[in-house]
C-alpha cells in the first residue's frame, strides 16, 4: 500500500496569510494526487487534482505542484473561509489513501 | 440537481449487519465509477471500495474485504454498500463518492484520474452494544 504522509498536522495562520501544506508518498505517484478541503460536518471537496489542476469552480488562490514522491498545496492569500482540513489522496492505486489532514485554526 | 444522497445508517450491534443506499441524480450514473470512504468520529478519511462504471471491477480496503460487498445498480442510478460482520472500529460517517472518471492527454501520455468530484452528504454508522 502506498503511504501518504501529510505536515504539518495544524496550523494557525492569519487571513492574508501564504500557507503551504505538504505531502509525501511513499512511492512515485506520478502525479496521481488530489487535495481535498473539509469544513466540519460537512463533506470533503476536491480543490485539485493531477497534482497541479484546479477543479472547476475552485478559486485561483489554490494551487498544487509537485512530482514523483513530494507535492504541495499553497493558499496565497488565506480567506476567512479557508479555515479547515486539508487531505491529500493518491489516486495511483488501489488502495487509494489519503493523508491524515491538515487543520488550518484561526490564529 | 446534481446530487448523491446516502441512506440506510443506523445503529448496529457489533457482528450485525446493515445496508447502505446511495441515490445519484442529475447526470449520467452508469458512466462514473463510485466508491465508498468513511470517517470515524474525530479522525481523517479512509477508502473503503471502489466500483467501476459496469460493476464488473471491484476493489476493498483490506480492513473490510471479506464482510463488505459493494454494488450498483445503473438503471436506479444507485449504489450500495452490503455491510456484515460489523465490529465497533466500522463505526463512521460512509460517504459515497464520484469518481471524475476524467482522463488527459500530456506529453503524448494518456492519465487517467481517479479523484472523487463529487461527494454525498454523508450517513452515520455506529456499532455498539
Known amino acids: 500500500d502506498i503511504q501518504m504522509t501529510q505536515s504539518p498536522s495544524s496550523l494557525s495562520p492569519s487571513v492574508g496569510d501564504r500557507v503551504t501544506i505538504t505531502c509525501r508518498a511513499s512511492?512515485?505517484?506520478?502525479?496521481?494526487l488530489a487535495w481535498y478541503q473539509q469544513i466540519p460536518g460537512k463533506a470533503p471537496k476536491l480543490l485539485l487534482f493531477?497534482?497541479?489542476r484546479l477543479e472547476s469552480g475552485v478559486p485561483s488562490r489554490f494551487s498544487g505542484s509537485g512530482s514523483g514522491t513530494d507535492y504541495t498545496l499553497t493558499i496565497s492569500s488565506l480567506q476567512p473561509e479557508d479555515f479547515a482540513t486539508y487531505y491529500c489522496?493518491?489516486?495511483?492505486?488501489?488502495?487509494?489513501?489519503f493523508g491524515q489532514g491538515t487543520k488550518l485554526e484561526i490564529k | 440537481e446534481v446530487q448523491l444522497v446516502e441512506s440506510g445508517g443506523d445503529l448496529v450491534q457489533p457482528g450485525g449487519s446493515l445496508r447502505l443506499s446511495c441515490a445519484a441524480s442529475?447526470?449520467?450514473?452508469?458512466?462514473?465509477?463510485m466508491n465508498w470512504v468513511r470517517q470515524a468520529p474525530g479522525k481523517g478519511l479512509e477508502w473503503v471500495s471502489y466500483?467501476?462504471?459496469?460493476?464488473?471491477?471491484?476493489y476493498y480496503a483490506d480492513s473490510v474485504r471479506g464482510r463488505f460487498t459493494i454494488s450498483r445498480d445503473n438503471a436506479q442510478n444507485s449504489l450500495y454498500l452490503q455491510m456484515n460482520r460489523l465490529r465497533a472500529e466500522d463505526t463512521a460517517v460512509y460517504y459515497c463518492?464520484?469518481?471524475?472518471?476524467?482522463?488527459?492527454?500530456?506529453?503524448?501520455?494518456?492519465?487517467?484520474?481517479?479523484?472523487?468530484?463529487?461527494w454525498g452528504q454523508g450517513t452515520m454508522v455506529t456499532v455498539a452494544s
Open positions: 463518492a464520484r469518481d471524475s472518471s476524467y482522463g488527459y492527454f500530456d506529453s503524448g501520455t494518456y492519465y487517467n484520474v481517479n479523484a472523487f468530484d463529487m
Open positions: 442529475g447526470f449520467t450514473f452508469s458512466s462514473h465509477e
Open positions: 466500483i467501476g462504471a459496469t460493476g464488473t471491477t471491484i
Open positions: 512511492q512515485d505517484i506520478s502525479n496521481s
Open positions: 493531477a497534482a497541479s
Open positions: 489522496q493518491q489516486y495511483y492505486s488501489t488502495p487509494y489513501t
